[in-house]
């Protein structure tokens, strides 16, 4: 059995892996453009608590991908 040091937390919609956005301490699931908040330390990976990204994160996560 493996050991990791990093935990990959996956995203309760679609399974994807989660990427720790440092900056504003939140999970982004890039593959449908979710936030996922982290509330007291802990990732609150629950559908209800997913935030669409705004076109303007999408950029930043992105660079540049033409909008919808
Ligand atoms: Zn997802």
């Keep these: 059995m493996k050991s990791s040091v990093i935990t990959m937390l996956a ?4 399974h994807q892996a989660l990427r720790f956005d440092a900056e504003q301490q ?4 890039q593959n449908e453009q979710l936030a996922y908040p982290m509330v007291k330390g802990i990732p609150a990976l629950l559908p209800e608590n997913a935030i669409s990204l705004t076109p303007t994160e999408q950029n930043l996560n992105n660079h ?3 909008g919808v």
């Design 11 to 14: 995203c309760p919609h679609c």
């Design 26 to 29: 939140r999970f982004i699931c």
């Design 64 to 66: 540049k991908v033409e």
